[in-house]
């Protein structure tokens, strides 16, 4: 598997007080990486030090195995933070300057690009005149000239309205499935990232604590049925006769995870303490994916 | 760096500021030729008081006043001061810097393409005032004739005047990197261009040290190879001061830019 970021002990201090704290970061080709963590958290700093605005106190980082990143980062596109556009030219102007800077001699990819992000009909308005929701699109449309392999995009959906949101999110996914870009997108909008990402990496107070695929997030926010008993064995033999294979897993020896009866937990207990064994709890437990998150994040902050 | 020249040309032909600061230092030239008609033909002053002001009465043909372009090079440095912070300073302000430096291309070559594009700025500015300057001159006054002698060492002083305001362009890009900010960046660059060379005439009149400070200045400088028959040795002066200048504000403005956190 092709990794195109990966950082080793990335650091940043300002003053000496660190932003981003050792941090570990790995990023597959093709992936949806979400990059989540509150305000001031580091996510920011970790962009930009991987776009090259920023430049590490210490650790180290390579872009598609590669520790040349200057020669790396000409395939990255990237949105760190506000749109970053000449207030007085036109869209098609703002397009042609970037154009020019990455050297693309493929005029015609402007019009095209312009029109994914519909903004193809703009003329001459100027961009100081455009929506926030507008100057967003022309940003990613901007990030997009030179078709690059990975695009970061931070905060992208900061002072969208719904609708804006959704628009972004459609274009995200577009891109990713149809021409394998790798998306890194930094937000605290949870609800939102989980809708399109496919690996998620938690960042908190300059330290990265977790990485994880959308899959286990999944997995972690599944609905079951907790049983905590200091008879696993027996309680695992009555799951078998009364559940479906598979439906139930051992966390550890005094826990079992039971993925069926949701809507009925008192007949497991029932048929556990019939058959003369006893359990010390037996609750339904799962949340959304934003109760995860903050639970995992007031976890961190409470150690 | 030949996309990043291309990106910064197409910004600057982009840009209002580029035509309007011209355009005020083009009708300055051309209304400081009729106020100068109009002073000789009606006799205002006399043509003594009128020599001593700088006025070479006896000929006043466009080819004469050629070398006397950058005699007023207060204005002239004072518009490229605004143009070149509010050019630098614009990619800051809305913070279309962070396209180019993500864009894995080394420091350096960004800094040295958005200098390249203002000394062409000077360029185009000092060739536009020499070529107003002759046909206004000619027109109000006379054409005259360019001698052989005259052109070498007309040629020598655009080029002189070309390294000065290379000189101070690299000073303002400078100043205007350091700044990011481009009220800041035009007050300081207008401050340096205006006030720098009266503070040091007055430091030359008032210090006891045997150093003229104002041969070392570069708008005072330039106003000095303002004329025909430089005496020997200016040029070489005026050369070596700006050729220092562009040096130190270059290797300045690259360490600056080389080391610095893009946090707009």
């Known amino acids: 598997m092709e990794y195109v970021l990966k950082t080793t002990q990335l650091s940043k201090l300002f003053s000496g007080v660190p932003a981003v704290n050792r941090a570990n970061m790995n990023v597959k080709r093709g992936d949806i990486y979400g990059f989540i963590g509150r305000n001031g958290a580091g996510k920011t700093t970790m962009l930009r030090m991987v776009v090259g605005l920023a430049s590490p106190t210490s650790g180290e980082m390579e872009l598609f195995g590669s520790k040349d990143l200057n020669t790396q980062r000409a395939r990255f596109g990237s949105i760190i933070e506000a749109p970053a556009l000449y207030p007085f030219m036109t869209a098609k102007d703002n397009m042609e300057v970037q154009r020019r800077l990455i050297g693309n001699p493929q005029k015609d990819e402007i019009k095209q690009l312009l029109k994914t992000v519909g903004l193809d009909d703009t003329g001459n308005k100027k961009v100081r005149n455009f929506s926030l929701g507008m100057k967003q699109r022309l940003s990613i449309a901007l990030a997009l000239l030179g078709k690059p392999d990975v695009l970061i995009l931070d905060e992208p959906t900061n002072g969208l309205d719904p609708m804006g949101i959704m628009e972004i999110r459609e274009l995200v996914t577009k891109l990713n499935r149809e021409n394998g870009i790798t998306f890194i997108i930094s937000s605290h909008i949870l609800g939102e990232l989980s809708k399109m990402a496919t690996n998620y990496g938690i960042i908190n107070k300059g330290i990265l604590v977790e990485e994880f695929s959308s899959e286990q997030l999944e997995e972690r926010c599944k609905k079951c049925i907790l049983i905590k008993t200091p008879k696993c064995p027996e309680v695992t033999v009555i799951l078998d006769e009364i559940a479906a294979p598979g439906s139930y897993e051992v966390v550890d020896g005094n826990t079992i995870r039971l993925y069926q009866y949701m809507d009925n937990p008192s007949y497991v207990n029932q048929e556990i303490t019939r058959r003369g064994v006893y359990v010390d709890a037996i609750s339904v437990e799962g949340q959304d994916l934003e109760g995860y998150f903050m639970d995992l994040m007031g976890g961190i902050d409470r150690e | ?264």
Not at chain 2, 86 to 98: M, R, V
Not at chain 2, 184 to 210: E, Y
Request: charged share 15%.
């Open chain 2, 1 to 264: 760096m030949n996309n990043l020249l291309s990106a910064d040309f197409f910004k600057l032909f982009r840009r209002k500021s580029f035509y309007i600061c011209l355009a005020i230092l083009l009708v300055l030239i051309v209304i400081s030729a009729i106020a100068t008609k109009t002073l000789i033909n009606t006799e205002a002053l006399p043509a003594d008081q009128l020599e001593s002001m700088g006025f070479n009465i006896s000929d006043m043909s466009a080819a004469n006043q050629l070398a006397a372009t950058f005699a007023d090079s207060d204005t002239f440095s004072l518009l490229m001061a605004i143009f070149v912070s509010l050019f630098i300073c614009t990619d800051y302000s809305s913070g279309a810097i962070k396209n180019t430096c993500s864009r894995g291309y080394s420091r350096w070559k960004i800094y040295l393409s958005k200098l390249t594009t203002a000394w062409f700025v000077a360029a185009v500015y000092i060739v536009s005032s020499i070529i107003v300057r002759y046909l206004a001159y000619g027109s109000l006054f006379e054409y005259g004739t360019i001698t052989s002698g005259m052109m070498t060492e007309f040629l020598m002083i655009c080029g002189a005047e070309l390294l000065i305001f290379m000189a101070l362009s690299s000073i303002f890009v400078f100043i205007s990197t350091l700044a990011k900010n481009p009220g800041i960046a035009i007050a300081v660059n207008v401050s340096l261009s205006m006030f720098v060379a009266l503070i040091l005439q007055l430091l030359d009149m008032f210090s006891k040290l045997d150093v003229n400070f104002s041969k070392y200045w570069l708008v005072s400088i330039s106003a000095e190879i303002s004329h025909f028959d430089i005496a020997e040795g200016v040029i070489v002066r005026v050369l070596m001061v700006s050729a220092a200048y562009i040096v130190a504000f270059m290797t300045f403005g690259f360490s600056l830019f080389q080391n610095e956190d893009i946090k707009v």
